[in-house]
């Protein structure tokens, strides 16, 4: 069964631009979440989705937003892009985003905001 | 808040033992998880404790006490591979089930 996917791995940006990121789950799996990745700040949790609907969101501002398609595919999208926007985006799916399902991570997207 | 603290760095010697531990202040989650993620690569499940007690698999051991709030992985027969960051994470059901995971641990293995 083939892996999480993400596309693209790296992005180069300019302060100011909107970039968008992908993911494709796991098959038959139904729960995607999103994580940024910095060195200062370990991982941390932007939101969840499931079956289409977000189901929990992480703190942080409305630049940031996602979405999840009927095949469960995910996109987040950043606008106004800040230098402290540079991190690794990772998502993980999950069967069902139960407690007790195990969430498995993609490659990541490397985000560098310039 | 929810926090999940983590000692940021850890050594250990080929062959050795090491426990990494996780101490908690949230007011209630599902179960504790660790991963294992690798320089450059992506964080990979280890384990999960759903109760208290010691959950074992093969060389990994992790623990969890709800009284003590406190859990912990434990590494034997250390190998140059562990070399890695470990993270404990948490499904927090006093926040919306938002998942919380903890600063990291990064473990060094020496010869």
């Known amino acids: 069964k083939a892996g999480v996917t993400q596309t693209p791995r790296y992005l180069i940006k300019t302060r100011g631009q909107q970039v968008t990121l992908s993911c494709s789950p796991i098959?038959?799996?139904?729960?995607v979440s999103w994580y940024q990745q910095t060195p200062g700040q370990g991982l941390q949790f932007l939101f969840e989705?499931?079956?289409?609907?977000?189901?929990n969101k992480g703190n942080f501002p409305g630049r940031f937003s996602g979405r999840q398609f009927s095949n469960s595919r995910s996109e987040m999208n950043v606008s106004t892009l800040e230098l402290g926007d540079s991190a690794l985006y990772l998502c993980?799916?999950?069967?069902?985003?139960?407690?007790?399902?195990?969430?498995?991570f993609g490659p990541g997207t490397r985000l560098t905001v310039l | 808040g929810q926090s999940l603290e983590q000692p940021s760095e850890v050594t250990a010697v080929e062959g050795a033992i090491v426990q990494i531990n996780c101490t908690y202040q949230t007011s209630g989650f599902y179960g504790l998880s660790w991963y294992q993620q690798h320089d450059g690569g992506a964080p990979t499940f280890l384990s999960y404790n759903a109760l208290d007690g010691l959950e074992e698999t093969g060389r990994f051991s992790s623990f969890l006490s709800r009284s003590d709030s406190y859990g912990y992985l434990l590494l034997q027969e250390l190998q140059m591979k562990d070399s890695a960051s470990y993270f404990c994470a948490v499904r927090d059901y006093s926040s919306a089930s938002k998942i919380i995971f903890g600063s990291g641990t990064r473990l060094s293995i020496r010869p």
């Open positions: 098959s038959g799996h139904r729960s």
């Open positions: 993980a799916s999950s069967l069902e985003g139960l407690a007790t399902d195990t969430q498995y």
């Open positions: 989705y499931f079956s289409e609907t977000q189901r």
